[in-house]
């Protein structure tokens, strides 16, 4: 009678035990190159992770704020059909301020080993295989800040690694910083207050010198009335008049 796929696996397995030749990586790859284990780890060529910003208390009440992520895994470029996988995953957390991210360190590393991995798993429909974390970055409350996140799985079934094939960038949310040019609401009511106070006393340092100015320009100077010039005309008399005249007034003599 012959022995069906599965039985084959076993029997296989029990020969390489006896032999001492077993090694938690051998079974492995018989598993994943095996047609009739259903949802076993499959060797990935591709990893798709996306990432939002989530806070979550933590074991000793610690209210963290970070990145809740889920990660899928390809063994096809056509990305139709998501599978298990069975390896170390490594998150690397970079500063998005940063200008040359290739040169730049990671804010934090996250490293989830193989046998913690199904931990994380789950199956949502319809995408099908998955794998969720939460990376807490720091206390809840700090100031928002731009990450990129890259992902690298070392895979177990072929001892090769895969990794993310651009970074995503997103934001840890939290308050905005104050900046030197973003006044505080006091601020800046004092400043309108003050800004206020300013414009009245230009207005009226303004209007008082318009009021000089045309006080000045309006003023009519004194000038005294021309008197009217008096023209005198000599009128010859006769002989017997000029003497009559020279008798009849005499000069008044001190």
């Known amino acids: 009678m012959p022995l069906s796929g599965r039985e084959l696996i076993f029997v296989l397995a029990c020969l390489l035990c006896a032999s001492g030749c077993h090694t938690p990586l051998a079974v492995k790859q018989m598993q994943a190159k095996n047609p009739f284990a259903k949802n076993s780890p499959k060797t990935p060529i591709k990893v798709v992770d996306v990432w939002q910003s989530y806070a979550q208390t933590v074991s000793d009440g610690t209210v963290m704020r970070g990145m809740a992520g889920r990660v899928h895994f390809y063994d096809s470029p056509k990305e139709d059909k998501t599978v298990k996988v069975d ?29 913690s991995l199904d931990k994380h798993y789950s ?40 990794m993310s094939q651009k970074p995503v960038n997103t934001v840890l949310a939290g308050h905005r910083a104050v900046q030197p040019t973003d006044p505080t609401i006091r601020e ?9 106070e300013a414009n009245r006393s230009i207005t009226a340092a303004h209007n008082a010198s318009a009021i000089q100015q045309v006080t000045y320009l309006t003023e009519t100077p004194t000038v005294e009335p021309e008197r009217p010039r008096i023209s005198t005309t000599t009128i010859p008399l006769p002989s017997g008049m000029t003497q009559r005249l020279h008798y009849t007034v005499t000069p008044d003599t001190p």
């Open 123 to 162: 199956h949502q429909k319809p995408i099908g295989h998955g794998y969720d974390f939460f990376l807490p970055i720091d206390e809840i409350g700090g100031v928002e800040q731009p990450i990129s996140i890259i992902v690298r799985f070392d895979n177990y079934l072929d001892d090769k690694f895969v």
């Open 87 to 115: 390896g170390d995953l490594t998150v690397y957390v970079f500063d998005g301020n940063a200008t040359d991210p290739a040169h730049t360190k990671p804010l934090r590393i996250f490293q989830f080993k193989a046998d």
């Open 188 to 196: 800046f009511l004092e400043s309108q207050s003050l800004l206020a």
